[in-house]
């Protein structure tokens, strides 16, 4: 799926300088990282509400290019520099996960 | 890039955590190592040095690899996991509220790191914990 085609539904905003062409195949929602590390997949779009370097760190990790934030959660600045170097997309959404997924799919 | 390299690893520094997965992760793509192992190195270094992080009084990571494996392990200065049987069990934490805040203490981190190993070794005392992790290329 491309990042361009869900911005809108999800009313998502971009904070890093990476363009809207990014894709992405299916979602994977979740907070505990450990979890994430054991179960998400290569270019999965990371769905969290955990706004912290570590997010970063485990996207990084297993090659996810996209981490959307969900109920309008944050990352500071130092944040979306990291996730800029990384080649990371952070984008934040103000609907819950169960929304963003559900706008997301159409379902 | 070196074959071996040693790390310190500060206890409590949540927003460090990662660097030295990623630097190992790095390292090992320069060497065309395959996806999949990759993979499974970044899960095993990345829950091992986040252990480092949350439960010790902070140590070292040291990595060596050579043609068909790497080998990487980790000491710390303390206190020691009580019971080893129980701190690998799924869902068994002792982490502390501030790791909690960070994404950490689902109790999945050992049983991560030994689903990701070819072999695993994890000795304890309160003077420190030592784990052992080797991962084959082949």
């Known amino acids: ?107 | 890039m070196e074959n071996t390299g040693k790390f310190q690893i500060e206890a409590m520094d949540l927003e460090n955590a990662g660097n030295v997965s990623s630097f190992i992760k790095k390292t090992l793509i320069n060497k065309g190592i395959a996806k999949n192992i990759i993979k499974r190195v970044s899960i095993a270094v990345y829950e091992a040095e986040i252990n480092v992080v949350i439960h010790s009084y902070g140590g070292w990571c040291t990595y060596m690899i050579d043609d068909d494996k790497i080998r990487v392990v980790f000491e710390d200065t303390g206190p020691g996991i009580e019971d080893i049987e129980q701190a690998i069990q799924p869902g068994f934490s002792t982490a502390n509220t501030q790791a909690i805040y960070y994404g950490f203490g689902a109790g999945m981190g050992l049983m991560n790191i030994k689903n990701a190993s070819d072999t695993f070794n994890l000795t304890s005392s309160p003077k420190g914990t030592i784990l052992d992790i080797v991962i084959n290329f082949n």
């Open chain 1, 1 to 107: 799926m491309q990042v361009i085609d869900i911005l809108e539904k999800i009313k998502g905003e971009i904070l890093t300088k990476k363009s809207t062409n990014q894709t992405f195949d299916d979602i994977y929602a979740g907070d505990l990282l450990s979890h994430v590390m054991a179960h998400a997949k290569e270019n999965n779009l990371f769905l969290t509400i955990m706004a912290n370097m570590n997010a970063i760190a485990v996207a990084s990790l297993l090659d996810m290019k996209v981490i959307v934030f969900a109920e309008d959660v944050k990352p500071t600045l130092e944040m979306i520099s990291k996730a800029d170097d990384e080649g990371i997309m952070l984008i934040t959404s103000p609907y819950n996960v169960v929304e963003i997924i559900r706008k997301v799919y159409e379902i």
